[in-house]
């Protein structure tokens, strides 16, 4: 078994209690992977262009003229100035002199699933971008690195929503939908922190009738899964807590 794929069945079965024991046992875990070599540099952008094409024809099963992959990498490496890469061979490719940070999300994303691929993934980009950089941001102290600002808006809304679940249970929770695919225990636990408000928003305000007929934590809980399913920014942010 791969060094990734061993990190990935351990977390599968890992129950950490807090954010400190999830940060222990991340940080453990992406150290393994940088210990392995998961993680490279390139000299700059037009080197990125092999790796990619290399990528884009293993997922593809091996067909295709190799020039033809290169053009298709080019394109999409010169289109999205892209600086990093993570490959469906679990390896993360920067460029020399890039931040330590975004190799530690990567290698994140790499925990989460071959590739980066997650259920959660699956479920909704932004939200696990959100997650992902929530993690990254508790594992990088550990390993020396510092936080750079990375998907800012995702980052703060799913801070918003452990807000309101409040830790440990909150963590915990997001560590199971990021790494275990429970994303349906995780809204759960959302509808049920936003129903013991009762009438009352987290900010104080009063709640609409909407918002106050929820019968059940499972209704509200599938409301908010549905409304980060749409990415409905505006109607999270009026049902969420502020952040400090
Ligand atoms: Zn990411």
Not at 13 to 22: D, K, Q, R, S
Not at 139 to 151: D, E, F, N
Not at 215 to 236: I, P, R
């Amino acid at each position: 078994m791969s060094v990734p794929e061993n990190v990935r069945q351990k977390l599968a079965l890992a129950i950490p209690g807090t954010p400190v024991e999830i940060a222990e046992l991340l940080s453990k875990y992406v150290k393994e992977l940088q210990e392995a070599g998961a993680a490279s540099t390139v000299p700059n952008q037009q080197a990125l262009i092999p790796v990619l094409a290399a990528d884009m024809k293993r997922k593809a099963g091996g067909t295709g003229s190799d020039a033809e992959w290169q053009h298709a990498a080019k394109q999409q490496i010169e289109g999205n100035q892209t600086t990093a890469l993570t490959t469906s061979d679990d390896r993360y490719t920067g460029i020399e002199g890039g931040a330590k940070f975004d190799e530690i999300h990567e290698l994140v994303h790499i925990c989460s699933a071959k590739g980066g691929e997650s259920t959660q993934h699956n479920f909704k980009l932004q939200f696990n971008e959100g997650a992902i950089n929530y993690f990254s941001e508790l594992v990088a102290p550990k390993l020396g690195a510092s936080v750079a600002g990375r998907y800012a808006t995702e980052t703060d809304l799913v801070k918003k929503l452990v807000k309101l679940i409040g830790n440990p249970d909150a963590s915990k929770k997001l560590f199971a939908s990021t790494f275990q695919g429970k994303i349906d225990d995780f809204f759960l636990a959302v509808g049920v922190a936003y129903r013991k408000l009762g009438d009352k928003q987290p900010d104080g305000k009063n709640k609409g009738p909407g918002d106050k007929a929820y019968t059940t934590d499972q209704a509200a809980g599938t409301e908010f899964q549905s409304k980060v399913k749409n990415w409905s920014e505006g109607w999270l942010k009026a049902r969420l807590p502020t952040l400090p």
